[in-house]
């Protein structure tokens, strides 16, 4: 059983940054393909940014770019998603989550599978 277990959520202020980390045990990391997914109240769940198996190509929603970045450390089985400048837009409730077949490169796929989620961490920006 794949596990996905997010942390590193809190409250900063605008301006600030945090950085998330997911941590994934159960199988095979490296092959896996990476998601960072939030959803703030009255919202639908959007995507953050994604990483593919190897962390050569990665694409981000336009909301986040500049700002973000999403990585990944196959030896410590950890995604992590760097965020600086927040906004208060960015207050939502953060989950990884794992595609085990999309092993993409270059542009990011229309059509992914992510099978295993994480059962997400509190990120709040206060103006």
């Known amino acids: 059983q794949v596990q996905l277990v997010e942390s590193g959520g809190g409250l900063v202020q605008a301006g600030g940054s945090l950085r998330l980390s997911c941590t994934v045990s159960?199988?095979?990391?490296?092959?896996?393909?990476m998601g960072w997914f939030r959803q703030a109240p009255g919202k639908e769940r959007e995507l953050v940014a994604a990483i593919n198996f190897n962390g050569g190509s990665t694409n981000y929603a336009d909301s986040v770019k500049g700002r973000f970045t999403v990585s990944r450390d196959d030896a410590k089985n950890t995604l992590y998603l760097q965020m600086n400048s927040l906004k208060p837009e960015d207050t939502a409730v953060y989950h990884c989550?794992?595609?085990?077949?999309?092993?993409?490169?270059?542009?990011?796929?229309?059509?992914?599978?992510?099978?295993?989620w994480g059962q997400g961490t509190q990120v709040i920006v206060s103006s």
């Open positions: 159960g199988r095979t990391f490296s092959w896996y393909s």
């Open positions: 989550a794992a595609d085990p077949r999309s092993h993409w490169s270059g542009t990011y796929p229309r059509s992914m599978q992510y099978d295993y």
